[in-house]
């Protein structure tokens, strides 16, 4: 059989396939796609025979012939120069992404990117229409397909859809200032299931329903159009056991060990972690940080900060600004606090693969997961998975979805730097025998909702949808 006439009981779609397509010179390769949504799916899709995922290969140009990773298949959605620009940039990244971030930057309407949208919204699911078996079951993921849900039910009315989204939905009263807030509404109410990652995304999005379609909700279950939807919340974990094993990996220790030496073996290392987005309060972790050095609270000669910010969405507004601000930040904390050869803020503007992630969690004392808004933010998890010896203090913004479940992390809101200073401070100078009961307790629960318990709870109640 030709590989487009397979058909599959199983399909995911997402914006961007597991891997992506990346040149060195003239060799090609494939790398993990950047984000949570690829590291929570991908143990879900691992040697799924049954099972493929639909999506962009990272470079622009028409799909490629489907290949496998990991073995399961991936199925290639074209996206031309011009769509990324419209599609991606603009109202995927320029619209949706800050609107969802509670206006953050101020999300930019326009009619050329909605139309763009639209056209690749009706790409992906044709794509899927074609890969899907009669009665499968399709999963859609995230705010750059919203739309597919209805375009979907449309075309292949037999199938079951559910649909999750990474981000947060906004308030009521920032969602309904979108032009297109009806057409939206109505593509997501295409889906038998809709999966959010907090009761307040879902508490949001059943507020926004009701506004726009006047839809009856009753609970989480909105009846439209001679349809029922389901709503619910449903966390997103991570691969606990993949990363825990890293953790316990010799050559890993052997690299967190080289790297703290490399650092001048410092009494406190703190961390950051993030794709370098203005939602990820990066800036806000260093002016705290260069204010309680100013202030004495913590000192150069045993305290490191280390900052990885993985380049991301480099021409979309809002990202050069960020990184400008950040790597001011940074140079003015190494010109004012840094003494020769050893400066206080190491700031990698680089992606790491996740070993090197995992040795420098190993290495953290102080894990900082600031953002000003966040869907869930894993690499808060991934940070607890780090330690089994229970050691370490994560100091988390309240804002982010993993704080509803890391109840006894250091929670701080981003906007009270004093706040954040002080829990800043007590982190790196709590003694371990302190910090351990709030370590185990997060570690109970990163063991206990995994990325692949995640999955399973939505796709057993998205079978259970009449
Ligand atoms: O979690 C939000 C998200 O947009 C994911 O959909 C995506 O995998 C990740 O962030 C990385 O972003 P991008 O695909 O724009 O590089």
Redo the contacts with the bound molecule.
């Keep these: 059989m030709a590989a487009e006439d397979q058909k599959w009981s199983f399909v995911v779609t997402?914006?961007?396939l597991p891997v992506r397509r990346v040149w060195e010179g003239d060799t090609a390769k494939w790398v993990p796609?950047?984000?949570?949504?690829?590291s929570a799916l991908r143990p879900v899709m691992s040697g799924n025979p049954d099972a493929v995922w639909a999506g962009w290969t990272g470079v622009p140009g028409p799909g490629t012939e489907p290949f496998e990773v990991d073995g399961f298949q991936c199925h290639p959605v074209g996206v031309s120069q011009g769509e990324l620009q419209l599609f991606?940039e603009g109202f995927?990244?320029a619209t949706l992404?800050p609107l969802f971030h509670d206006a953050l930057v101020p999300p930019e309407y326009h009619r050329t990117w909605w139309d763009a949208y639209r056209t690749v919204n009706q790409r992906y699911a044709a794509a899927v229409a074609n890969l899907a078996a009669p009665g499968a079951t399709v999963w859609i993921?995230?705010?750059?397909l919203l739309l597919v849900p209805g375009l979907l039910r449309e075309a292949r009315p037999d199938l079951r859809i559910g649909f999750f989204l990474?981000?947060p939905f906004p308030a009521r009263e920032l969602y309904i200032r979108l032009p297109w807030r009806a057409e939206i509404i109505n593509g997501l109410l295409g889906a038998d299931l809709i999966g959010l990652q907090t009761p307040l995304g879902a508490d949001n999005f059943c507020r926004a329903v009701a506004r726009i379609t006047g839809a009856k909700t009753t609970g989480k279950l909105i009846q439209h159009n001679g349809r029922a939807t389901q709503v619910g919340a449903f966390p997103i974990g991570i691969d606990t056991d993949r990363i825990a094993s890293l953790a316990a990996d010799p050559a890993v220790q052997a690299r967190a060990t080289e790297i703290r030496q490399s650092l001048g073996s410092p009494a406190t290392v703190l961390l950051g972690v993030d794709?370098l987005d203005y939602t990820k309060g990066i800036e806000v972790r260093l002016r705290a940080f260069r204010e309680l050095l100013a202030e004495g609270r913590l000192s150069v000669d045993d305290c490191v900060l280390v900052q990885i910010a993985e380049p991301?969405?480099s021409q979309v507004t809002g990202y050069a600004e960020v990184r400008q601000a950040v790597e001011q930040l940074v140079g003015d904390v190494n010109g004012n606090f840094g003494v020769m050869g050893s400066p206080v803020v190491h700031y990698l503007h680089q992606s790491h693969p996740i070993e090197e992630l995992v040795a420098m969690y190993l290495i953290a004392d102080v894990m900082l997961v600031t953002p000003l808004r966040d869907?869930m933010n894993l690499v808060a998890k991934e940070y607890v998975a780090c330690r089994p010896d229970n050691s370490g203090v994560l100091v988390l913004s309240e804002f982010t979805g993993a704080a509803q479940e890391l109840r006894t992390a250091e929670l701080i809101n981003p906007h009270d730097v004093e706040g954040l200073k002080s829990a800043m401070e007590a982190a790196a100078h709590r003694p371990q025998a302190e910090a351990e009961p709030a370590m185990r307790t997060m570690r109970r629960l990163v063991r206990s909702n995994t990325a692949q318990r995640w999955a399973e709870r939505f796709l057993a109640r998205l079978e259970g949808c009449e």
Excluded: F, K, Q, T
Aim: aromatic share 14%; net charge positive; glycine share 14%.
């Design positions: 997402a914006n961007r796609s950047p984000g949570g949504l690829v991606y995927s990244n992404w993921h995230d705010y750059h990474h981000i794709r991301s969405r869907g």
